[in-house]
């Protein structure tokens, strides 16, 4: 079969490195130990994320170049570069190992976009620990559950934030040290553990000594959601920056010159993959905007920066349609020459609406917190077929398989599998071994979701295998909503499925079962939906409930949220055989 195609990009309009103009012939020669070469590494054959982003760029004369353009949601901008970047994360290796940080421990991060997050993790890895950045709208029960399960010896949060951390900090026994921001400038008093991070920083020396990491010492860490159980922590290596690197040039287009923003959370594993580490290894500037989604204010921060490269997420994109052409006709957009987006499939009506609307062409691409960087691609010299997520990057053996781990025919639906190997591939499950393991089978890193592949070799995201819900570019376990669903008072039981939502790809929908003398009512919907939101996150809590006097339950009592969502989509509902009842 054939797909139309919205239109080739040219390569006067889109200027890509060499080996980017042939896709197929450097599939055939590509080496990672040619990218590895590029790596100005460590004496004696270290490596460090850190070294690579920053310092390198100073001791090889570019000191003065800018790395970061801060913007706040209130318009103040400031600008950092990679000398000043070298000096704020040498302080903070200092300040950190004044705290007994060794090699191996965990710090985690809990801040708003500020540049003292980024200053932070990069001098975490300067200091030899494992950084692991939060999202900053998380509620108190996500951020016990990531903080306690890492045994994070040290967290850095705010004046703004840090009501969220006392509510849970004595369910956290491994945490000895709080450092809390305080750029909003309001009176702060610290409690027991508690300290000000300005006030660290300033006695912290300049004279700064990279530990000596390896490149198999871990780097960072995200925690991801999975269909049982709670979040679990995905680490990754100092040698993943080979792949970040490697796919921030390839697949994203960056060059030295470009003046790049990705508009995800650090908290995210897009935030950190590329929101740091990949631009950064280029010595690309980079623009963060701290403030919440606004159309309009997008546009004016993509011309107010002059971005030329752009990375952002389907719902944004979405987000972007539903403000109109108009929002985007106030700003210049001109020196905007690649976009990119991840986070879900990208459908083709806002590549089509972003080609008359923006004059941009959006180039999806496919990977996960697990695979630590960029493994299928709408390249810039490639046919982009609207709704596919392009082709496997060098370096990259993906196919689609069936049960036994044979490859299925081209058009035929079946696992999206990944061979092992790249440098950025996740090295273990935080404590959960036995579950890192299991992902592996026949020879192939098993994604968890389906998909398709076209006799070109374009692969076509299907579905989730498991019941994990894909909402505004975040993946939320099931598990997590129900036990935060099960804590109010009102509520027995509990199941989440994900619902198609044109705008999020997915939302959340919870069944709940009330308990007794309690009397459903839209109200308690709201209350409901607001008690699992302050919790958890402003992303995962269930934006439709519908009550049911009993949930449907297998004999031995498990719940089958597969028939509620096949109930609720109007699908066949399969085999019932082993219902209650």
């Not at 300040?95 to 421990?105: H, N, P, S, Y």
């Not at 009501?163 to 491994?174: G, H, K, S, T």
């Not at 610290?190 to 912290?204: D, I, K, L, T, V």
Request: contains cysteine.
């Amino acid at each position: 079969m054939r797909h139309e195609t919205i239109r080739k990009p040219s390569l006067s309009e889109f200027p890509v490195a060499p080996n980017l103009r042939d896709w197929a012939a450097e599939r055939k020669t590509f080496s990672w130990d040619a990218i590895a070469k590029e790596c100005r590494g460590l004496p004696g054959g270290g490596l460090n994320k850190g070294f690579e982003c920053i310092d390198r760029h100073v001791l090889e004369g570019r000191g003065g170049k800018t790395a970061l353009r801060w913007e706040s949601k209130e318009g103040t901008i400031e600008t950092f570069t990679f000398a000043q970047a070298k000096e704020a994360t040498d302080r903070i290796g200092n300040l950190l190992r004044g705290l007994g940080v060794a090699r191996g421990d965990r710090i985690f991060v809990f801040l708003e976009r500020v540049p003292e997050l980024y200053w932070t993790v990069f001098g975490t890895l300067k200091a030899g620990g494992v950084a692991g950045p939060l999202f900053s709208a998380f509620g108190p029960e996500a951020i016990r559950d990531r903080v306690a399960d890492s045994e994070a010896k040290v967290l850095v949060t705010s004046t703004t934030l840090i009501d969220r951390v006392r509510e849970i900090r004595n369910e956290l026994p491994a945490l000895q040290h709080v450092l809390v921001t305080n750029r909003a400038r309001v009176p702060f008093f610290p409690q027991a553990g508690e300290s000000s991070f300005e006030e660290a920083y300033g006695r912290a020396s300049a004279a700064f000594e990279i530990e000596p990491t390896r490149p198999e010492d871990f780097s960072i860490m995200h925690y991801t959601s999975g269909t049982t159980g709670k979040p679990k922590g995905a680490v990754h290596w100092h040698r993943a920056i080979l792949g970040q690197r490697h796919t921030a040039r390839v697949c994203l287009d960056l060059h030295p010159e470009d003046v790049y923003w990705c508009t995800a959370d650090p908290g995210w594993v897009t935030g950190t993959s590329y929101g740091m580490f990949g631009p950064w290894s280029l010595g690309v500037t980079q623009v963060v905007y701290e403030g919440p989604f606004d159309a309009e204010r997008w546009y004016s921060v993509l011309e107010r920066h002059g971005v030329t490269v752009w990375y952002s997420a389907p719902t944004a994109i979405r987000m972007l349609m539903k403000a109109g052409k108009e929002a985007a006709s106030k700003s210049d957009l001109s020196r905007v020459r690649f976009c990119a987006s991840v986070g879900e499939p990208l459908n083709p009506e806002a590549i089509v609406w972003a080609q008359d609307a923006l004059g941009k062409t959006f180039h999806d691409n496919w990977w996960q917190t697990e695979t630590g960087c960029i493994q299928i691609s709408n390249y810039a010299a490639m046919d982009v077929r609207p709704g596919s997520m392009g082709r496997p990057i060098p370096g990259t053996e993906a196919a689609v398989i069936d049960a036994s781990g044979k490859e299925v025919p081209a058009g035929q639906e079946g696992d999206l599998a990944l061979k092992p190997g790249w440098p950025s591939m996740y090295r273990t499950y935080w404590k959960k071994k036995e579950l890192y393991d299991s992902r592996f089978k026949n020879g192939w890193y098993i994604t968890g979701d389906r998909a398709w592949k076209d006799e070109d070799g374009y692969f076509w995201f299907v579905g989730r295998a498991d019941d994990v819900i894909k909402t505004a570019g975040h993946l939320v376990g099931p598990f997590e909503v129900e036990s935060a669903l099960v804590e109010h008072p009102a509520v027995a039981e509990a199941a989440v499925i994900g619902k198609p939502d044109p705008e999020r790809y997915e939302i959340i929908k919870a069944f709940v079962s009330l308990r007794a003398g309690c009397v459903p009512s839209d109200a308690l919907k709201a209350e409901i939906a607001n008690f699992v939101r302050n919790r958890l996150a402003a992303h995962a809590y269930p934006r439709e409930i519908e009550f049911l006097p009993g949930l449907p339950k297998t004999r031995s009592g498990k719940i089958m949220r597969r028939l509620l969502k096949a109930r609720e989509l109007g699908l066949p509902e399969g085999d019932t055989s082993t219902l209650e009842e």
